[in-house]
T-cell receptor, first 115, second 112 residues
Framework: AQKVTQAQTEISVVEKEDVTLDCVYE???????LFWYKQPPSGELVFLIR??????QNEISGRYSWNFQKSTSSFNFTITASQVVDSAVYFC????????????FGTGTRLQVFP | EAQVTQNPRYLITVTGKKLTVTCSQN?????MSWYRQDPGLGLRQIYY???????DKGDVPEGYKVSRKEKRNFPLILESPSPNQTSLYFC???????????FGDGTRLSIL
């Protein structure tokens, strides 16, 4: 069965610190997709990244980077030099290519960046 | 502008009074879904639809109904709402479940 675990409920950092948000997933499918979404205080959900199970290359986009490791079933998200605008709830999500058409989210990590 | 539109944004109602939350998308997406967001529980999928007339249960379907008569619309129906359905609801659409989803702005329901 699909499962996504975000063990960190809440993280607080001071501006300019680096922070890593953890995501661990479970799936029986050999082909699957992982996502990160951001929910700022205004409430909308914003797509950040999608990664398929065959692409283990790390991705960097500005201050954001993602580390996908199939060996540990993890898809962690790092923000470098955090800023107050990064304060949000971040969700990791998983979809399977063949077993089901469900999209499963983790419980989210609330990141607070203080000035 | 590509968007997913939910209505109403806020609703306070009473137990047992049927209500419908509408969802419409203008991107010709085949996949649509409903989620509820509760503190500590994240986003949980209620129902999803792969295409017109094709719907299936997510992880928390009890107490909800959906329909998909047209590609663009995917209403969420609470036939007899109860207080435990008080939540923040999101509608989303995408090409399929493996592609990024576009979310509506959310509907905050309070069932008294």
């Amino acid at each position: 069965a699909q499962k996504v675990t975000q063990a960190q409920t809440e993280i607080s950092v001071v501006e300019k610190e680096d922070v890593t948000l953890d995501c661990v997933y479970e799936t029986r499918d050999t082909t699957y997709y992982l996502f990160w979404y951001k929910q700022p205080p205004s409430g909308e959900l914003v797509f950040l990244i999608r990664r398929n199970s065959f692409d283990e290359q790390n991705e960097i986009s500005g201050r954001y980077s993602w580390n996908f490791q199939k060996s540990t079933s993890s898809f962690n998200f790092t923000i470098t030099a955090s800023q107050v605008v990064d304060s949000a709830v971040y969700f990791c999500a998983l979809s399977e290519a063949y077993n089901t058409d469900k999209l499963i989210f983790g419980t989210g990590t609330r990141l607070q960046v203080f000035p | 502008e590509a968007q997913v539109t939910q209505n109403p944004r806020y609703l306070i109602t009473v137990t047992g009074k049927k209500l419908t939350v509408t969802c419409s998308q203008n991107m010709n997406h085949e996949y649509m879904s409903w989620y509820r967001q509760d503190p500590g529980l994240g986003l949980r999928q209620i129902y999803y639809s792969m295409n017109v007339e094709v719907t299936d249960k997510g992880d928390v379907p009890e107490g909800y109904k959906v329909s998909r008569k047209e590609k663009r619309n995917f209403p969420l129906i609470l036939e007899s709402p109860s207080p435990n359905q008080t939540s923040l609801y999101f509608c989303a659409s995408g090409l399929n479940s493996n592609q990024p989803q576009h979310f509506g702005d959310g509907t905050r329901l309070s069932i008294l």
